[in-house]
């Protein structure tokens, strides 16, 4: 019997079983003619981009003019991440924190790719993701995670963040978490580029392996949260697809546990309540509550009956509060884990230009598509750019949804 909060985990004889396997042979996988061939992305949808011409593909992410950087890529991945603060707004003193640059260029370069089969910088890309691997690159970043059902989630010497009420208090969970987001990334992009890539080519069990080390990493997904990819749970069900089981019981889950935190006007729990960064965490709780519809639609598994209402009534939030932020004041100066100040009580720091916005920003495209004659796709095409920061790539998932579903776009 699998417990209520465990999320599809296996047990045997009343104890948890590993979830991690050699991949030293993937004939030895179980079937997985049942899964998308990525998992973030419906096959229904790759196939009708695979129907369109590389010209209009490239034209339609932005790369009509120009090719991906390989500057910054070459540069490569640091040993380790170390030393940002609660508030995390000493980047330029953290070790190893160009690796989310890096880390974006990256991706950039998976989703040209992806667009053009551009062979010759298919074959670059793998070798280079085999030779971060083989140096286990970010590897030395203290992991602040505990895989347990057992115990803590976060590890003792990693507790405490925010100690300083100002947020300059060390936090290496903070160090934990980008290392950690960037490796999962590089599987997501794995999951989509290389898996069936010179299917008997030895630099796959160094990836493999590579990637192995960092699924130890990724806690449970025990209750659900909006932030973090949904507590942990997209990264979960990426593990599952890559140990060849079957991760449907999981979206259904993620589906019935987030509409719990959908609330009726169209506010989510504790994200558009965050004072002078709720329109922030409302976005971001958009591309989420997106990507749990995507994942449904993808795995034929049908959503709560009035999900999609309230996610439309959520749109509708964020498109006035971006107009006019004094729309948000009400959910905003509750101040949840955040700041509000009454004198400014209007300002909302989110950009006024939406071009601008790279960490899940993929979701205005995939409304788009999905919400054609909605009044925010129309905002969105009024904003948007095709040279915007959420086409080619995006600073969460790390390959560019968004432009997938933008070369859909009619």
Avoid at 97 to 115: E, G, K, P
Avoid at 117 to 146: G, H, I, P, S
Avoid at 165 to 172: E, Y
């Amino acid at each position: 019997m699998i417990p209520s909060l465990s999320w599809g985990l296996t047990f045997k004889d009343g104890k948890q079983v590993d979830d991690n396997i050699s991949y030293e042979n993937k004939n030895d996988l179980p079937d997985q003619s049942d899964f998308s061939i990525f998992l973030l992305i419906s096959d229904e949808i790759l196939n009708q981009v695979s129907t369109l011409s590389v010209k209009d593909k490239k034209s339609s992410c932005g790369f009509d003019i120009g090719r991906p950087s390989w500057r910054q890529i070459d540069k490569n991945l640091p040993d380790k991440i170390e030393g940002y603060n609660s508030r995390m707004d000493n980047e330029y003193k953290v070790y190893g924190s160009y690796a989310r640059q890096t880390f974006y260029d990256f991706s950039i370069a998976a989703t040209y790719i992806f667009l053009t089969q551009d062979e010759k910088l298919k074959e670059r890309l793998f070798d280079k993701l085999y030779q971060w691997a083989d140096a286990k690159a970010l590897l030395k970043t203290k992991n602040c995670y505990n895989r347990s059902l057992d115990g803590k989630k976060i590890v003792r010497e990693c507790e405490g963040e925010w100690s300083d009420p100002n947020g300059q208090d060390l936090a290496p969970i903070k160090d934990a978490t980008v290392s950690l987001e960037i490796a999962i990334g590089l599987n997501y992009v794995y999951d989509l580029l290389f898996e069936d890539y010179l299917v008997n080519d030895p630099r796959h069990q160094s990836i493999q392996k590579y990637f192995q080390q960092w699924h130890k990493r990724v806690p449970y997904t025990d209750k659900f949260f909006w932030g973090l990819q949904m507590n942990w749970a997209v990264p979960n069900m990426l593990i599952a697809k890559q140990s060849g089981k079957n991760y449907n019981d999981m979206i259904d889950k993620l589906a019935k546990s987030s509409n719990k935190w959908i609330n009726s006007d169209g506010s989510f729990k504790d994200r558009t309540t965050r004072g002078n960064r709720a329109l922030w965490y409302h976005h971001t709780a958009m591309a989420e509550a997106l990507m749990v519809m995507e994942l449904s639609k993808a795995a034929d598994i049908g959503l709560p009956d009035n999900y999609e209402k309230k996610y439309l009534k959520a749109a509708d939030l964020f498109s006035q509060a971006y107009l006019d932020p004094s729309y948000i004041v009400p959910w905003a100066k509750k101040a949840h884990n955040s700041q509000f100040d009454p004198e400014m009580p209007n300002f909302q720091n989110f950009p006024n230009d939406l071009n601008q916005v790279s960490f899940e920003g993929w979701w205005m495209w995939v409304f788009q598509y999905r919400y054609p004659d909605h009044p925010l796709s129309k905002l969105f095409k009024e904003k948007l750019s095709p040279y915007a920061s959420s086409v080619k790539a995006d600073k969460s998932y790390g390959f560019g949804i968004g432009c997938i579903y933008k070369t859909l776009l009619r």
